[in-house]
Each structure stands twice: as C-alpha cells, then as structure tokens.
C-alpha cells in the first residue's frame, strides 16, 4: 500500500477512536457521576457500537471515512484481540480448548442439519443455504466470503448471508451476555462458552465478552470467550474444503482454494502474547521492584490498549452498518439466518449440559 493509501485510513480510524472516547466519557458521567459508583457499571463496548448505529444510519456517512472504518473492523479489531493474549496462561488456554472444541463440533454439526433441513421448507438456494450455514457455525463474514468462490456464490447471495450474519449477530452481542449471566448463575466458564459458540463474529464475540467483562467485572469471561472462537475460526481450513466437496460433487471445473489464505493468523498473535505473557512474568516477577512494576505497568497498558481497539472496532461496525439496506432484503434468508443463531444458542447450552456432566 503506497503512503497516500496509508493517509486514506486515518479519517475512519479517528472517527472510530472520536465515538469510542465520546462513549467512555457518557459512560463514566452515567455510570460514576449519576449512578455514583466507583467505576462504571455500563460498557463503553456497548456504548460504542449502539452510538454507531445511530449516528450510522440517521447521518450519510462520507466516503472519506469508509475505508478507516474498513481497516478499523478487520485490521485493528484483529490487533485488540492479539492484545487480549496477554490476559492469559498457557495451561488456561489448553484447559478451555479442550471443553471448547468438543462443544463446537457438536454445534457445527446441528446447524448444519437444520439449515440441511430448511433449505426444502422455504426452498432457497443450497449456496445461500451454506454460506449461512459456515458464518453461523464458523466464523461470520470471513467464512461466507472465503466460502463464497469455492461454491460459485452470487453477489446477491454473498450479500443476503453477511446481512444475516450482521443483524443476527448484533443481537446475540447485545442480548447474550445478560441472558448468559442469568441462565448460567454467573458461572465465568460456561457464559464465556456460550458467547464463544453461540455469537457468530470474531468481532461481535469479542464485544460481547467485552460487555460481560465490563458489566460484571469478569475478564476471565471474555479470555474463555475469546480463545473459544479462536479455536472455532480455525475450524475454517475444514469447513471450506468440505462445503467445496459437498457442493462439486460430480461437477468439473471445481473451484480452487489456499488453506494458507483463509487461515486465521491473527490466533498466532493471540497465542505468541500468551507466551509473551508468561516469559515475562518468570523474567520480571521475580525480580527487584523496579523491574516488577515496570513489567505489571507493561501489561496492564497491553490489557487497556485491546479494550480501546474492541470499542473502536464496535463503533466502526455501528458507523458502517446500514439498516435500511437489510430491511429491503427478503425475508425467507433471514428466517434461516435466526433459526440459525438459535438452534446454535440452544445446542451450545444443551452440549455445554452434557459436557458439564462429563468434565464435572
């Protein structure tokens, strides 16, 4: 990308950062000055993407802004979630992975059954079918437009399952982590899994980790959150070889794909400040006072650096996401698509039961 390109972005980048800071200071007038806690209650997360889609949809965004706010959504919500590897330990991270990956495949393997089955009902295309069937299960819009060419998607058809997963998505983000903390008492582990299993973006699963965090003061909630969908975009580089074989069965000319494209390397990062995390705590920890607060100060300016990136990836989901667009699409897809994040709500609670037996 040439310098000029560079200087592009920094208008979407700034106004993402503008809402973010505009909903932390609402937020702590709410939260600390009025409702007179210590810290805020309310989540700047929620503030910021609820704000976006406000300002999003009653004001035109100008076209000076939309390619920041693009980089903002892929680029720096990737860089928050590396961040939030610091929060975490080797053996969490293999602890979590190993109830975790069970509990997808059992959701992975339901969806696909539904939608199997709701393809005949309502009598909408197989590749619509499929590309909301892997952004339900895997991993939202990144799954449906890697999926999208091995199966010979239309525009139209690529367009109907990212709204879905979209509209869908923002209300599992917002509802689920106080329907979670709920249904499952409090219980870091499981409302972590649920968020990990049940919400289809990386972004939106992250933000609603976020929320949890920030409501409830639980960051162990939005490491299990986190790490659950990270092991669930991995399951990518098996989902669209398999949805390619599925779908080509008996057809020539079948379409090419890269695993090394469509893999999710942002996990590397995820996993390399894990590691980051724990070399330095043996290092510095142990070491005199100095070296000991300059390494806390390290991490804990890593840990705020990831929550400013998540709120101002929030906001620039809001600022981009146009409602009346979705609104004239029709609606047999979209009744699919929230069949979809239900029978995944509902199987990630009824699995995560079973398992619960199992583990406990």
Known sequence: MQLKNYLKIFPGIILAFVFYLVSQIINNVIGIEILGYAKSPISTAMFAILFGLFFGNIFKIREGFLLGLDFTQKYILKLGIICLGIQLKPFEFYKFGTIAIPLIIICIISVLLIIKLLIKKLKISTRMAYLIAIGSTVCGTTAIIATAPVINAKKGEVAYAIANMTIFGILAMLIYPYFANIYFEGNSLFIGLFLGTAIHETSQVAAAGLIYDQQFSSPETLNIATVTKLIRNTFLIIMIPLFALLYNRGKKNTQNYSLIKIFP????????????????????????????????????????????????????????????????????????????????????????????????
């Open 265 to 360: 390397y942002f996990v590397i990062g995820f996993v390399g400040l894990i590691i980051l995390r724990n070399i330095g705590d043996e290092l510095f920890l142990q070491g005199n006072y100095y070296t000991t607060e300059l390494w806390n100060s390290f991490v804990e300016n890593i840990k705020n650096s990831a929550k400013i990136f998540l709120s101002m990836a929030m906001a620039a989901v809001g600022l981009s996401t146009n409602l009346k667009e979705i609104t004239k699409m029709g609606y047999k897809p979209f009744i699919v698509g929230f069949i979809a994040m239900i029978t995944v709500g509902l199987v990630s609670i009824f699995a995560m039961q079973a398992i619960e037996k199992i583990y406990f």
